[in-house]
């Protein structure tokens, strides 16, 4: 029987990161349980996933950002697919708590977000760069948004 070249998908994963990071050179400026996190461009970032969670996520803040960017509060975001890997590409932003503005002068939807995952784009703007888990909080922040004409 031919032998698979990859025995876990993590490893097909980690097969692409190294792409990246060896051939393409892009850094790495951020981990979290789910995607690694490379610096593509000065104005861009790439989420690759880590496991079938960050797939699932990329998949999801894709989706999110597809139907509620009017909301303005989330990063912008695209994805594109790497050896059959959904990668998400999104615009750079500066984590808050590195643009010296205070907690309490964040917009009041930020609190809500987990571990308040927002920093500002290169509009000045806030907006949320972690937010497959935040659909509550999206939701809730686009009031505008009537559920009911919610298509899928
Ligand atoms: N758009 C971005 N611009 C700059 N840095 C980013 C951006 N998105 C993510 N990062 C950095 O990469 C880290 C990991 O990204 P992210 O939080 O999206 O991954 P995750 O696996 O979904 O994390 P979590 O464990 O919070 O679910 C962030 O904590 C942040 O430091
Ligand atoms: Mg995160």
Redesign the pocket.
Known sequence: MKKLPYKTLEGYLLNIENYFKKVKKYPE?????????L?ETSKT?I?IP?DDM?IT?NLIENLMFKDYNESGIL?K?DLFYFRKIPILR??????WKETGIPKNKLPKWANKI??I?V?VNSKGKVVC??Y??NWDVILGQKLKINLISMTF
């Open positions: 400026i951020g981990c979290g349980s789910f995607r690694v996190v610096q970032v989420k880590i960050g996520c990063a975001c999104m615009e750079y932003v500066t984590h987990d571990h995952q920093g760069f972690d497959a888990h």
